[in-house]
């Protein structure tokens, strides 16, 4: 494959740099009518600028973009918090923040209303831990009593006869018992 970089396709910047780096074509009766080098192709100079450093970019940058989130308040946001900051303000608080981490086993909060972890009782623990464990104690309650409906009252086929009457006419000729055997060995 022939190379782009030919005489004829550099020509036009050739005549160009020509122009600019050497005096103009002075001899008698020799005016030039156009400018060489007169194409699509215009090159412009411009002077070298010291830029800032890349470390003064980045935080006028980061400064910006964070007064700017698009995550945050329509008009921004009014100043920029250090992790200091957010330190200071966690330990002014009330004792709404303030809480005793513990580590509870499972027993623990199922049979017990307030169980001792490794640090303190729950009720010193964060709100979130006591919401925790009483969902924790509810659901284990709920399946507990799902589980004897099914082994109690869900055995019992005469229920179920009066919404089937298909199941009722199994019982009535005594080939479905009225409470459903229990086969397993435990």
């Given at each position: 494959m022939p ?8 020509e036009?910047i050739r ?8 005096p ?19 090159l412009?100079?411009f002077s070298?600028?010291d830029?800032a450093?890349v ?5 006028t ?6 007064l ?15 992790v ?7 330990t ?5 923040y303030?809480?005793?981490a513990?580590t ?7 049979f017990?209303?307030?169980?001792q972890g490794?640090n ?15 969902s924790l ?8 009593d799902?589980?004897?409906?099914q082994e109690?009252l869900?055995r ?19 080939r479905?018992e009225f ?8």
């Amino acid at each position: 494959m022939p190379s782009p970089l030919s005489f004829n396709s550099t020509e036009d910047i050739r005549k160009k740099l020509l122009v600019k780096n050497l005096p103009p074509f002075n001899n008698d009766g020799f005016s030039p009518t156009t400018n060489p080098g007169q194409s699509e192709l215009i090159l412009t100079n411009f002077s070298v600028v010291d830029s800032a450093e890349v470390e003064d970019i980045g935080n006028t940058e980061e400064v910006r973009l964070f007064l700017q989130n698009q995550y945050g308040p329509a008009d921004g946001y009014d100043d920029r918090y250090s992790v200091q900051d957010v330190q200071k303000l966690v330990t002014q608080r009330d004792t709404y923040y303030k809480f005793v981490a513990s580590t509870y086993t499972g027993t623990q909060i199922l049979f017990n209303d307030d169980p001792q972890g490794t640090n303190g009782s729950l009720t010193q623990d964060s709100a979130m831990v006591q919401i925790a464990a009483k969902s924790l104690q509810d659901e284990f309650q709920y399946r507990v009593d799902e589980e004897i409906r099914q082994e109690t009252l869900g055995r019992v086929n005469i229920l179920s006869a009066l919404q089937d009457p298909f199941i009722a006419a199994d019982i009535l000729p005594g080939r479905q018992e009225f409470i459903e055997q229990e086969w397993t060995i435990s």
